[in-house]
C-alpha cells in the first residue's frame, strides 16, 4: 500500500484513540509518527455522543481522557511535540442543553462540533434506500445539512467537523459529483460559518471512503474563502495507527490553493 501519510505539515487537529468506542490506537501510536514524520502538533478529538443511546455517551470519563492527554503531552515535550487536549462532540440540535452544560463544566484546548449518523438518522444503511425514494436531493440532504448548519450557528464549536459527512452514506445512491452539482445547498452552511467565525475542517478521511474526496471537497474550501471565511483546519479523523496522517497534504493543498493557512487556535469565546 502507498504510504499516503503527510509529512513535515503544521499540525493534525482530528485523532481517535483507544479512548474512543470506535477506534483502538494508544495515544503514544500518534505521538510517535508525530515526531517521525515531522508533525510538531497533534489534537486528540476522541468522541463524546449525548444521546444514551450513542456509543460515546458513557464510554469513559472527561477526567479519564484529561489524564491521558495531559501525561502524554508531558511525555512528549521534550521531543518538540505539542499534544492539545480536544474533543469531538456529536451535535444535534436536540442535545444542544447538554452540549452546552458539558462545555460549561467541561474545559478543551479544542473543540470539533460534528453532525453524525445517529440510531434515528434517515441515513442508516438499510433505511436509506428506501427513504430516498421519490425524494429530490434538497429533500434528501436536508435532515443532514439543518443540524450542521445548527451547529455552526450555537457558536458552541471552535471548528465543525466533516461539514458534508453525508456524502459517505448517500454513496453510491448519490455520488459526490452529484453534490458538487448542486453547491447552493452547502451554502447556508458556509454562510453560517462564516457569520459565527467558527473555523471549517478539511477532514481527509473522505479520501479513503467511497467519495473519494474530503469533507468538504476543495471546491467547497474555494466557495467558503470567496464567502469571506478565513478559518480552517485540516484533520485526518485517524480511527487506526496507519490512518495518522493520511492524505493529510490533501486537505492543507486545498487550504493553500485559495490562500488559507490552516490555524488550530480556538475561538476567543465558546459558551
Ligand atoms: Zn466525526
Ligand atoms: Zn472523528
Not at 16 to 43: C, F, K, M
Not at 203 to 224: C, D, F, I, K, M
Amino acid at each position: 500500500m502507498d504510504d499516503r501519510r503527510g509529512r513535515r505539515l503544521p499540525f493534525n487537529g482530528h485523532l481517535h484513540t483507544n479512548l474512543s468506542p470506535d477506534a483502538d490506537v494508544p495515544i503514544d501510536a500518534y505521538a510517535r509518527q508525530a515526531v517521525e514524520l515531522g508533525i510538531p502538533e497533534i489534537a486528540i478529538t476522541d468522541h463524546v455522543d449525548f444521546d444514551p443511546r450513542a456509543p460515546a455517551y458513557a464510554f469513559t470519563t472527561f477526567e479519564e481522557r484529561r489524564r491521558v492527554v495531559r501525561e502524554a503531552a508531558r511525555r512528549w515535550e521534550p521531543l518538540g511535540l505539542v499534544i492539545r487536549f480536544g474533543v469531538e462532540l456529536t451535535y444535534e440540535r436536540a442535545w444542544d442543553e447538554a452540549v452546552r452544560h458539558h462545555l460549561r463544566q467541561h474545559s478543551y484546548d479544542f473543540v470539533i462540533g460534528s453532525v453524525h449518523i445517529g440510531a434515528d438518522s434517515p441515513y442508516i444503511s438499510g433505511r436509506l434506500e428506501g427513504w430516498i425514494v421519490g425524494k429530490s436531493l434538497p429533500e434528501i440532504v436536508e435532515p443532514y445539512f439543518t443540524e450542521v448548519e445548527a451547529a455552526a450557528r450555537s457558536e458552541l464549536f471552535d471548528v465543525i467537523g466533516h461539514i458534508d459527512f453525508v456524502k459517505r452514506f448517500l454513496a453510491p445512491h448519490i455520488t459526490a459529483a452529484d453534490l458538487a452539482a448542486a453547491p447552493e445547498l452547502i451554502e447556508p452552511v458556509l454562510v453560517a460559518l462564516v457569520e459565527t467565525g467558527t473555523a471549517l475542517e478539511i477532514n481527509t478521511s473522505g479520501l479513503r471512503q467511497p467519495p473519494e474526496e474530503t469533507y468538504p471537497s476543495a471546491a467547497t474550501v474555494a466557495r467558503y474563502q470567496a464567502l469571506g471565511g478565513d478559518r480552517v483546519t485540516v484533520g485526518s479523523d485517524a480511527h487506526l495507527a496507519g490512518q495518522f496522517a493520511w492524505a493529510l497534504s490533501d486537505g492543507y493543498a486545498a487550504a493553500e490553493s485559495v490562500g488559507l493557512k490552516p490555524s488550530l487556535e480556538p475561538r476567543l469565546t465558546r459558551v
